[in-house]
């Protein structure tokens, strides 16, 4: 009840084009929803975060969907660039509670 | 100026030796955690202080203890070395315990021989 699944495990994308990558949980007590960016040798940053009130949330190219009834969320990357390539995790925890990180996607983008 | 910083980055030691990883946070936040990284690059918390109090244990062996003598510093060490151990170590800090962004440090990749 505590995982949080992802995929897919690995996604390679066009320079242009929209990467998607998708997550599900089971726990509803979870009320925070971010996703961190991971360059290889260097630690997570977080990238953009929801909270379940809302169903959408956009920053710049990158935008999270969340589909509360459904329990899933997913992380959209508009005009994907080369410079996106990166590690994606998507995470979810709860007030006084710790990180629960999905498996990761890892990303190319091709130019 | 660094937020989250760790040390050292990388750790090569042989099995059965004792070791620690430092960590210190400059952005005054309350709650530090340690996390580790697998070869798949899956990400497991471990521990999580607050404000100096430990109050996440995940199921670590015991030859895991941290200690955190200020609320700026978040240390770990690690007894008996296993090869199993062999994993990149993430210190992290975040203004709260749980909901909010959370920091992360470069890491320390730990190699047991």
């Known amino acids: 009840q505590q995982q949080v699944k992802q995929s897919p495990q690995s996604l390679i994308v066009q320079k242009g084009g929209i990467s998607i990558i998708n997550c599900a949980y089971e726990?509803?007590?979870?009320?925070?929803f971010p996703w961190y960016q991971q360059f290889p040798g260097k630690g997570p940053a977080l990238l953009i975060a929801i909270r379940p009130d809302v169903s959408e949330k956009k920053e710049g190219r990158f935008t999270i969907s969340f589909n509360k009834s459904a329990k899933q969320f997913s992380l959209h990357i508009m005009d994907s660039q080369p410079g996106d390539s990166a590690t994606y995790f998507c995470a979810a925890s709860m007030e006084g509670g710790k990180l629960i990180f999905g498996q990761g996607t890892e990303l190319s983008v091709k130019p | 100026d660094t937020a989250v910083s760790q040390t050292p980055k990388y750790l090569v030691t042989q099995m059965g030796n004792d070791k620690s990883i430092k960590c210190e946070q400059n952005?005054?936040?309350?709650?530090m955690y340690w996390y580790k990284q697998d070869s798949k690059k899956f990400l497991k918390i471990m521990f999580s202080?607050?404000?100096?109090?430990?109050?996440i244990n995940e199921t670590v062996p015991n030859r895991f203890s941290p200690k955190s003598p200020d609320k700026a510093h978040l240390n770990l060490h690690i007894n008996s070395l296993e090869l199993g151990d062999s994993a990149v170590y993430f210190c992290?800090?975040?203004?709260?315990?749980?909901?909010?962004?959370?920091?992360f440090g470069q890491g320390t990749r730990l190699t047991v021989v």
């Open positions: 952005l005054g936040h309350d709650t």
């Open positions: 726990n509803t007590a979870f009320d925070y």
């Open positions: 992290a800090s975040s203004q709260l315990a749980g909901g909010t962004e959370a920091f």
């Open positions: 202080y607050n404000n100096k109090e430990l109050i």
